[in-house]
């Protein structure tokens, strides 16, 4: 009674994801940062020096600021990547209120040429995430540890497609594998190897389409993607 409790359990969340990833991957409008008006002098606030290994999501995080306002007041654009000993503005505050902890950082899925970046449009449809340009076969990481919610032989127009959901509600989505060798309700960790890069429909290039989500809101990928 107690393993059918869980399937039955296991199976709505399956669906529920799928339902959810068929609203918001194929046609919803992406969350675009809107350009921002000049700060002004006398916004208060300090400036953040940019270290290697950092993201403007653990910057957000160190200063308990909004990500997105962070993104808006310093003019970072859905294609922009922060470096190394770039200042950042940080809006009402003065120091950083928290260390990081032991919320756990997302990695690349994958090593290679980014060839369409999140907003962009690409075969004709709106990009939420990164399309990342990489051998046939080449092994896809797990962004951050979680446990796999969903897998699809064949979505549409994305080919073999997994889910993975972390603790705090983030989401990483995996399209256009070769192969997934991972299942739903699997828990994975950060860095192990789900899957292969692929190739699906007419598109005969091998990429990987990756997207971090928060909640079903799709995130800009370079904001939570160190260099």
Known sequence: MKNTKFTIQNFLLLVTSYVLLVTFLPGCATTSIPPAAKTPVSTPGTYHTVKRG???????????????????????????????NQMIFIPRRKKQLQSFGSVEDFIWPVRGRVISTFGQTYANMINRGLNIHAPYNDDVLASRSGRVIFYSENFTGYGKTLIIEHPDGFLTVYARNSRV??????????????????RSGRDKESYLHFEIRKGNLPQNPYFYLAN
């Open 54 to 84: 950092e993201t403007l999501w653990r910057i957000s995080k160190l200063y308990d600021v909004d990500l997105e306002e962070l993104a808006r007041i310093n003019r970072i654009s859905d294609a922009s990547r922060i470096e190394v």
């Open 181 to 198: 060798i991972v299942k739903p309700g699997q828990n994975v960790r950060k860095g192990e190897v789900i899957a292969s890069v692929g």
